[in-house]
């Protein structure tokens, strides 16, 4: 059997997101202020304390159940491609294979500007998103490349 024959079903998944929510919140708040989180985390770092036992439990169980709420959240609900998300997604293996020139490019052009940090990575941002996949997009159009990044 399969990853792909694998079909969680909706009320399964949905159960865990509710039991996740409901039960693991709490948990979580219990573990916090119950163990002295506000004192130090250093028992929640590790060692034999009852504190890194919980979180360790609780972590566990919170992921799980909210990875299979997601799960069947997005495959029922949000299963479905507009325009955009199906260029980027045509896109997404030429923006990978190619990023990392384009970005050192870039960024070596944006060297002598003078910008706060975050706001000059918000601006390499903006600008490096449609460079990279207009040149996937490019790439993906000359002829044996676009069999390669399909």
């Known amino acids: 059997m399969g990853i792909q ?8 998944g949905i159960i865990w997101f509710k039991i996740a929510l409901w039960i693991g919140i709490p948990f979580w708040i219990a573990i916090i202020f119950g163990g002295g989180a506000l004192k130090g985390m250093a028992r929640y770092n590790g060692g034999p304390y009852w504190q890194t036992a919980a ?32 260029f980027l997604s045509k896109n997404a293996f030429a923006v990978y294979v190619f990023h ?46 676009g069999r390669l990044f399909c």
């Open 55 to 86: 979180y360790a439990l609780w972590e566990s169980f919170f992921c799980i159940g909210i990875c299979l709420g997601l799960l069947v959240i997005f495959r029922e609900k949000f299963n479905s491609q507009g325009r955009i998300s199906k």
């Open 5 to 12: 024959e694998v079909n969680i079903p909706y009320s399964f």
């Open 100 to 145: 990392a020139p384009i970005l050192v490019i870039l960024s070596m052009l944006a060297w002598d500007i003078a910008f706060y940090p975050l706001l000059k990575m918000a601006l390499m941002v903006i600008i490096a998103l449609p460079v990279c996949f207009g040149i996937g997009a490019l790439i993906r159009k000359i002829p044996g490349f």
